[in-house]
């Protein structure tokens, strides 16, 4: 159930958009913010406020790697897997990620500090290989950056 402070928030965002429809991807943005992650109800509920069916959100929260059905960790590596990434090293620093955690992509550690994705173009190929530190981009990724983000998080 949408609070009345949140509605209030969503009013505000959708007023910016000719269509209140068109708002969907910020809406789910502030939801996500709020909770961390977008539930079922949450899906149902940001449907019922634009009046779309709850499917289209659905597949929106689904498509898009930026939006979280599950819980994630205070540390979240996101690391792009696509061409030009996979072209200078992504996959050993996901492998190398995954070791030093004890992690498998999709994962977060027991205590909720860390989750790892591997995920697809990020639009900063330039910088390969890259991931996301939660908002953060992240490039030319080297063992001893996620060494010292690490550190920063435990
Ligand atoms: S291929 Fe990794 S950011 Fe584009």
């Known amino acids: 159930m949408l609070t009345s402070d949140f509605l209030q928030e969503l009013d505000k965002l959708t007023a910016k958009y000719e269509k209140k429809q068109a708002a969907l991807l910020p809406a789910l943005h502030a939801i996500q913010e709020k909770q961390g992650l977008i539930t079922p109800q949450a899906e149902a509920d940001i449907a019922q406020y634009l009046g779309i069916p709850v499917v289209h959100v659905h597949e929106v929260v689904s498509f898009y790697h930026l939006f979280h059905q599950t819980q994630k960790g205070k540390c979240h590596f996101s690391v792009c897997q ?11 620093i996901i492998e190398y990620i995954g070791k030093i955690l004890d992690l498998k992509p999709g994962e977060t550690t027991a205590d909720g500090k860390f989750s790892l994705s591997v995920v697809e173009c990020l639009g900063a190929c330039e910088m390969a290989p890259v991931m996301q530190h939660n908002k953060d981009y992240v490039g030319c990724l080297t063992k001893e950056k996620i060494n010292e983000l690490i550190k920063k998080t435990v």
């Open 82 to 92: 696509t061409t030009s990434c996979a072209l200078r090293g992504a996959e050993d």
